[in-house]
């Protein structure tokens, strides 16, 4: 795997994932308690012995940098680094990226330095869990010129995935983005070995060999690989082959899917845990305290270190780092991101963390929000959709926003 050259693409705007992308970029969204979005594809190299890694950034890409770099530390032996790339203006090209296609064309000039044989494009903004070495190993061994990795998906869910038709040796022959038509998707099917699940959806993550990643980027002057290169080159001619993945894979891509991802962290048995001894997912390293835990009822939740945790009752949700959560507050359904700092006793106004007497149910709570007491947050009229300058409704969920300030008795 020495070999491999990995790039992580964290450049999108995130439209779908606000306002948790107003201030930060998509991969740089807190996910369970204390960790990034950003830390999966990472750590999945690493686990996958693959040591040189560019992430590509453009949007609000500060907190990503700072993450990263104070994350992720290589030691001088192992040739190994990772580096970010922010989007720039050249005199060659002055645009910015205009997709993720466009984003690696960019930066072909670093990357081709590099003594490597396959690049492996991954996605900044996905859960799972994934042995990238099988996944390159099978690339090398069909001889394919791109391999793109591939899980069974219902006819509902085709609707939302590009799907790839796939013969029996495993190379993908025709390719459908999102599609809606019924002849069309009658079309598409493939033996998947599930007869409620008979489509194979892209992942978004892919594997090209070196020459014909600059050649496909040459060839099909378009500016995304979902939607442009990948159909281009199936369409081309080039060998495209299928891996098929088995494991969980969930596209971090609204707030429903990020909601819904971290509560099904709470059960006894999650699709996604991050407890796993032989492929860890890492992340920054704090030196924090471990959580009080006043007199309080928690049942079936995570709460992450550095918290001040005094609530009556605490179910079914993620409790962040830092965390401070006064007497007589309930908590059920709901991610509560915590704190980047802790905050000093002050005489006046708000503090930081959430009031006493508070009832928050399927709610977000972004960090640094100083939550007065009697708030409520229940979304009590089932509104789908609303903004306002402290939080927004998207998805039926209430987000209040990073570093908001709800005042004491606020109803929501």
């Known amino acids: 795997m ?23 970029s998509k991969p740089a969204v807190p ?5 990034r979005l950003i830390d999966i594809p990472i750590s999945n190299c690493l686990n996958s012995n693959i040591r040189r890694i560019y992430v590509l950034t453009q949007f609000n890409s500060e907190s990503l940098h700072r993450h990263i770099n104070s994350t992720y530390k290589f030691d001088p032996f192992s040739q190994g680094f990772l580096e970010v790339l922010a989007a720039s203006q050249t005199f060659e090209n002055a645009h910015w990226y205009q997709g993720t296609a466009d984003a690696v064309r960019h930066n072909l000039h670093h990357f081709e330095k590099w003594d490597f044989t396959e690049y492996l494009i991954l996605a900044g ?38 799907v790839l038709k796939v013969d029996s040796n495993g190379q993908i022959i025709k390719f459908a983005e999102k599609p809606k038509d019924d002849q069309i998707l009658d079309d598409m099917t493939s033996d998947t070995g599930n007869p409620d699940k008979p489509y194979w959806g892209s992942m978004g993550i892919y594997v090209f060999s070196k020459k014909i990643l600059r050649k496909a980027l040459s060839d099909i002057q378009k500016d995304d690989f979902g939607g442009d290169i990948i159909p281009g080159a199936i369409e081309s001619g080039y060998h495209v082959q299928a891996y098929f993945f088995n494991g969980y894979w969930e596209d971090i891509g609204t707030i429903r899917s990020f909601y819904e991802a971290n509560i099904a962290m709470t059960s006894q048995t999650p ?7 032989l492929m860890p997912i890492y992340t920054h390293a704090r030196m924090l305290p471990g959580s009080h835990i006043g007199d309080s009822c928690i049942v079936s939740s995570t709460v992450g270190e550095g918290s001040m945790i005094r609530a009556t009752s605490i179910r079914k949700s993620v409790i962040g ?70 939080y927004w409704i998207r998805d039926g969920i209430v987000v209040v926003k990073k570093g908001a300030i709800l005042e004491n008795g606020t109803i929501i």
């Open 321 to 390: 780092i830092r965390s401070m959560i006064d007497y007589g507050t309930t908590i059920e359904s709901s991610y509560i991101m915590g704190n980047d700092y802790f905050e000093e006793d002050r005489e006046t106004g708000i503090p930081l963390g959430i009031g006493r007497n508070c009832v928050i149910k399927n709610a977000i709570i972004d960090k640094n929000v100083h939550i007065g007491n009697d708030v409520q947050i229940l979304n009590k009229n089932g509104i789908d959709y609303k903004e306002e300058s402290q």
């Open 125 to 162: 903004d996905h859960l799972y869990r994934m042995n990238y070495d099988k996944f390159v190993h099978h690339h090398r061994s069909s001889t394919a010129d791109i391999t793109i990795s591939v899980k069974a998906v219902s006819r509902k869910e085709a609707m939302e995935f590009g």
């Open 271 to 277: 699709p996604f845990c991050f407890r796993d001894p």
């Open 31 to 35: 996910i369970g308690g204390k960790y």
């Open 2 to 24: 020495r070999r491999v050259l990995s790039l992580i693409l964290g450049g999108g705007r995130g439209t779908r994932l606000a306002p948790l992308t107003s201030v930060r």
